[in-house]
């Protein structure tokens, strides 16, 4: 289990929580499937499985690319996202010099596109950002929700209000930046400097510094088994809200994986600040009437507000908020949301970028949310 630290807003004081034992066993997410127009679906918020896996899944292929057959990945205990139609309209960037020579044998194709929605009816617009639809609600059905369900309110003061967990906490990034990929790669690593644990601690620090009183868990729920991993972060949830009452916002952060075709996968980039920058997705989930959430309302407008937030101080930072039939924990908290800081395909300086940025988008919303403000 990995450290917990307790972030209070007056002095920023950290405490050892120290570790926990949860004994569980679990849920994880079942095999995606693919669903539409013959491509391949990019799991959200994947770990590659045990012992790794070369095939990545598609979630948002653009226009431009021609369709694939499917692709069928054993992965018993993922749960499945609706496959897209054609989704972000990508702007491609001019590849980077590859840094390390990868032999040719092992050599995969590494896109870099910058993925914005388009007012061509596919994409809701909801301010300065976008939401693509994955449920049956309608376009106005998700208005009238994000305009009559008012935002959580939070009291501020000493005790945390933010958790940050890691579902997948051993998912890692590219350590190229050319036009190639290791096509051996499985992009999880258990060193905390370069897994999600560290891109988690980029934002609480900033979180801290806008004085959000934050806990920042770093548990490593897909290790030793990826199988599981949903089970065991809920756990550790529940068992952190209970200790802290006034936890009401929890963001459970993850990279994407992103891919074309068997040999092709896709980095969400952008340049922010004259820095390469890892795109950014929030996804929030909604109730089909059998899953007992809720708060997606709130979920909903809550991931809303931070995308419009994120949009305004850096346009193209963030990705349509991803709205489908799906849980994901989303129903311990009335702001719990998903964060899927880049890719796989992105290095992991673009996605410490990205989640710096987003933490101070972020801190803006929830400054907001403060009774009083």
């Known amino acids: 289990m990995g450290a917990r630290r307790r972030t209070k807003k007056l002095g920023l004081e950290q405490v050892g929580l120290g570790a926990a034992v949860l004994l569980t066993v679990g849920l994880s997410l079942p095999v995606w499937p693919v669903l539409a127009e013959n491509m391949v679906v990019a799991a959200v918020a994947v770990a590659m499985p045990e012992g790794g896996i070369h095939h990545l899944k598609q979630r948002f292929a653009p226009q431009v690319v021609e369709e694939a057959p499917p692709l069928e990945v054993e992965e018993p205990e993922r749960e499945s996202l609706p496959q897209p139609k054609p989704e972000e309209t990508p702007r491609e960037e001019e590849p980077q010099q590859e840094d390390e020579p990868i032999p040719e044998e092992y050599r995969g194709t590494l896109l870099r596109e910058t993925m914005v929605g388009a007012a061509d009816g596919t994409w809701l617009d909801i301010g300065e950002g976008w939401l693509r639809n994955y449920t049956a609600l309608s376009f106005g059905d998700i208005t009238e929700a994000l305009e009559q369900t008012p935002l959580l309110t939070l009291k501020g003061g000493e005790e945390p209000e933010v958790l940050i967990v890691h579902t997948h906490a051993t998912e890692s990034y590219e350590t190229h930046t050319g036009p190639y990929y290791d096509t051996r790669s499985d992009w999880r690593t258990r060193e905390e400097d370069k897994n999600m644990c560290a891109i988690g601690e980029i934002m609480a620090e900033e979180l801290e510094a806008a004085g959000i009183g934050v806990l920042h868990d770093t548990t490593q729920h897909d290790h030793p088994s990826y199988n599981g991993s949903y089970d065991r972060s809920r756990a550790t949830v529940e068992e952190l809200m209970a200790e802290h009452p006034t936890i009401k916002v929890v963001l459970d952060v993850h990279r994407d994986a992103i891919q074309r075709d068997e040999t092709t996968i896709v980095a969400p980039v952008t ?98 949310m403060e009774e009083g403000s």
Not at 273 to 293: L, P, R, Y
Not at 335 to 342: D, K, N, T, Y
């Open 271 to 368: 340049t922010i600040e004259g820095k390469s920058c890892a795109q950014v997705m929030i996804i929030a989930g909604c109730d089909d009437g059998t899953m007992n959430m809720p708060n997606w309302r709130q979920n909903l407008r809550f991931g809303a507000e931070v995308v419009n937030q994120m949009e305004e101080d850096w346009p193209t930072l963030a990705r349509p908020l991803f709205f489908a039939y799906r849980k994901y924990n989303q129903d311990m908290a009335p702001g719990a949301l998903l964060v899927e800081v880049g890719s796989n395909a992105n290095t992991f300086e673009e996605a410490a970028h990205a989640a710096r940025l987003t933490a101070k988008s972020l801190a803006k919303v929830l400054s907001e």
